[in-house]
């Protein structure tokens, strides 16, 4: 069984006032902006990324 996914800070003003949305499962509500939000898992990435040489990532 898997647990809810929460976030830690609010996307849009970065504040950590959140509390489960009323509106339905995996939505989120931020009392310092007044928005609500939802989180959603869009997929895996089909190749993935690799470290570059210089330290950053790039995709392969």
Request: charged share 25%; hydrophobic share 30%.
């Amino acid at each position: 069984m898997s647990e809810r996914a929460a976030p830690f800070y609010c996307p849009y003003c970065g504040d950590e006032d959140l509390r489960p949305h009323e509106q339905g499962h995996g939505t989120w509500e931020c009392g310092a902006c007044n928005r609500a939000f939802q989180l959603k898992f869009l997929g895996l990435l089909a190749q993935g990324l690799q470290r570059a040489d210089d330290g950053g990532d790039r995709t392969t």
